[in-house]
């Protein structure tokens, strides 16, 4: 955002397990859990040194995000009726949005896909001309087997290391 001194970063761990379990731990600057297993998202926050589950409105519009993410996931970007995908130079798939009402708040995605088959390598998504926020993927692992617990039990996974 134009306003900010200085970008807001935070940092956490992304797991995926095709075809739909997904978990987004975010270690800082604040813990939280989101996770998206057999088509239930939760989300879970850190209150009072511990994490409890959030059931806020916004929540709805959470789960159209990660189930989203799970798409570009499993490679298809061209399956959500809300965005027209195409290829741009730099092995860049740009998502613009189709209905007007949605353009007022993302005027565009761009995800940028990694040399590496199978991987992005970050997303980009536009609220403004001066607002975006991107997601960098770093140290990817692929084809290692999750247990489906990592998607049904809310623990940090720094606990578990």
Avoid: C
């Avoid at 731990?25 to 239930?40: A, C, D, F, W």
Wanted: glycine fraction near 4%; hydrophobic fraction near 45%.
């Amino acid at each position: 955002m134009k306003i900010l001194a200085r970008p807001l970063v935070s940092q956490g761990k992304f797991l995926f397990k095709s075809p739909n379990s997904l978990r987004w731990e975010y270690t800082r600057p604040l813990k939280s859990i989101l996770v998206l297993h057999n088509g239930k998202t939760r989300r879970f926050v850190q209150k009072d040194g511990r994490l409890v589950e959030d059931a806020s409105a916004g929540l709805q519009s959470m789960q159209v995000v990660v189930q989203q993410i799970t798409q570009w996931l499993n490679g298809r970007f061209d399956e959500n009726p809300a965005f027209e995908a195409s290829l741009a130079a730099g092995q860049k798939i740009v998502l613009s949005p189709r209905d007007a009402a949605i353009a007022r708040l993302i005027q565009r995605i761009e995800i940028l896909l990694s040399d590496r088959p199978g991987v992005i390598a970050s997303v980009t998504i536009f609220e403004s001309e001066n607002s975006f926020t991107k997601l960098i993927f770093q140290n990817v692992v692929l084809n290692t087997p999750l247990d489906d617990a990592l998607f049904q039990q809310v623990f940090t996974l720094d606990d578990e290391q």
